[in-house]
């Protein structure tokens, strides 16, 4: 399947500095979850929402404190799939490696949905099936060929992008600061949610939450992985959590049926800045889903980059274009493929699922903490406090969010699952030739 790269080949190169790690994380959560959100949750939770935005993120935090240490002790691309691949064996590395590889490209797909959508506020024909086509084709071309050109130049499209939404969402809470101040909060009707409401409206923020792992996979062409991880993390969720918290307390104070608008951030806005307010948040959220592909097509192709470096995916997926250090092909076929899934599924769809492959590896790495400590104890430049404690926390965290899991809404996901337990049994048949060869 796979060669070790040799000497002469041409190799990744390390150009993502700390402060573009940091970009790189937020633009790979900050990207459609949190405009098309905020009405789901209204709508299950009602005035409580946004405590469970606060309660989300403390939740997260938890897990994100497992990814920093595991991610602290690595230094090559790969991310999640490499770090459950040393803790557990080749198969939970390759199921890993299929699911994370799922989670992105249907996260990824929602975002692109969400793009034709937000693009409708301007060009009301961006929501029809052949312009909505050619937009898909256009923006996500244009964005892995920039990316296929060098990880630097994606680094900096990166940089630009999490700048510009940050100051259109910043704007926004600003004014509805301002507003809350002056006005009575209009105030979307209350909600008798039961247990099992917050369990999905939990596992929905999860999607809002999540998708910082992506940024991990590239961490062949960090400057300084093992430190700068862990700072890109804590930075990341602190930022993060404040935005979405303050954006769901202005949603729900500002619309009065806020469960049932599709665009929730934009119909805030006009309550709170007039027309204009709806197309600043209109052009922060295609700005913000802009960042959101670019980061992870300069992020998630490294995960199929590795697995093939490893053997467990074809060799030409590891191939580095010799002039521009990146591996070309794996981004090209990872563009390909989320095109191939905004095509095919709505928005919802796409969220639900990639939710749902979340809580699975989320509990792994979870799972793999106390199981690299023994493995490679001096490895973490990070690690947990308290023990065993926040690991077993957060493999108890992604069991409840499972309890809310649809499955039936869900096939695809054991369908990844066979398919990646397949491509273990075969990878595990050329090589047990060689093995028994003396």
């Keep these: 399947m796979s060669t070790p790269p040799t000497p002469s080949s041409p190799q990744l190169v390390r150009a993502i500095g700390r402060w573009s790690m940091v970009a790189l994380v937020i633009n790979s959560i900050v990207g459609s979850g949190i405009f098309g959100l905020p009405s789901t949750v209204a709508g299950l939770l009602g005035r409580a929402s946004p405590l469970a935005v606060l309660l989300a993120g403390a939740g997260m935090?938890?897990?994100?404190?497992?990814?920093?240490?595991?991610?602290?002790?690595?230094?090559?691309?790969?991310?999640?799939?490499?770090?459950?691949?040393?803790?557990?064996?080749?198969?939970?590395?390759?199921?890993?490696?299929?699911?994370?590889?799922?989670?992105?490209?249907?996260?990824?797909?929602?975002?692109?949905?969400?793009?034709?959508?937000?693009?409708?506020?301007?060009?009301?024909?961006?929501?029809?099936?052949?312009?909505?086509?050619?937009?898909?084709?256009?923006?996500?071309?244009?964005?892995?060929?920039?990316?296929?050109?060098?990880?630097?130049?994606?680094?900096?499209?990166?940089?630009?992008?999490?700048?510009?939404?940050?100051?259109?969402?910043?704007?926004?809470?600003a004014a509805g600061a301002v507003w809350l101040t002056i006005h009575a909060p209009t105030g979307s009707p209350d909600v008798a949610a039961s247990p099992g409401h917050w369990v999905q409206a939990t596992l929905l923020l999860l999607f809002a939450y999540g998708g910082y792992e992506a940024a991990l996979a590239p961490m062949g062409e960090a400057h300084d992985p093992r430190r700068d991880v862990v700072f890109a993390l804590w930075v990341a969720l602190i930022v993060v959590t404040?935005?979405?918290?303050?954006?769901?307390?202005?949603?729900?104070?500002?619309?009065?049926?806020?469960?049932?608008?599709?665009?929730?951030?934009?119909?805030?806005?006009?309550?709170?800045?007039?027309?204009?307010?709806?197309?600043?948040?209109?052009?922060?959220?295609?700005?913000?889903?802009?960042?959101?592909?670019?980061?992870?097509?300069?992020?998630?192709?490294?995960?199929?980059?590795a697995l093939a470096e490893h053997g467990d995916f074809p060799a030409v997926l590891a191939v580095v274009h010799p002039r521009w250090r990146t591996p070309y092909v794996s981004i090209a076929v990872f563009a390909l493929l989320v095109w191939v899934a905004a095509q095919l599924g709505s928005f919802s769809w796409n969220v639900t699922l990639s939710a749902v492959a979340r809580v699975f590896y989320y509990a792994a790495v979870c799972a793999a903490v106390p199981v690299l400590r023994r493995i490679q104890p001096h490895a973490a430049a990070f690690r947990v406090p308290g023990g065993l404690l926040l690991p077993a926390a957060g493999v108890a965290i992604c069991a409840v969010l499972v309890t809310g899991v649809d499955f039936s809404q869900s096939v695809v996901v054991l369908v990844t699952i066979a398919i990646a337990l397949a491509n273990w049994a075969a990878v595990r048949a050329r090589r047990a030739p060689a093995v028994r060869t003396p």
């Design 61 to 173: 935090g938890v897990i994100i404190a497992c990814y920093a240490e595991v991610g602290s002790q690595f230094t090559r691309s790969g991310g999640t799939y490499l770090y459950l691949q040393r803790a557990f064996g080749r198969l939970i590395g390759v199921q890993v490696g299929w699911m994370f590889l799922l989670a992105r490209l249907t996260g990824c797909a929602a975002a692109v949905n969400l793009f034709s959508a937000y693009l409708g506020e301007f060009w009301p024909a961006a929501t029809q099936p052949l312009a909505r086509t050619f937009v898909n084709s256009a923006f996500v071309g244009t964005l892995a060929a920039v990316n296929c050109l060098g990880v630097g130049g994606g680094a900096r499209m990166s940089n630009a992008a999490v700048v510009a939404k940050l100051l259109a969402l910043g704007a926004v809470c």
């Design 242 to 305: 404040a935005l979405y918290s303050t954006l769901q307390l202005l949603v729900i104070s500002t619309l009065s049926d806020a469960a049932h608008s599709t665009r929730p951030l934009a119909d805030a806005a006009r309550v709170l800045l007039g027309r204009p307010g709806a197309a600043l948040i209109t052009c922060g959220a295609l700005l913000s889903v802009y960042g959101y592909i670019s980061a992870n097509l300069l992020a998630a192709p490294r995960t199929l980059f």
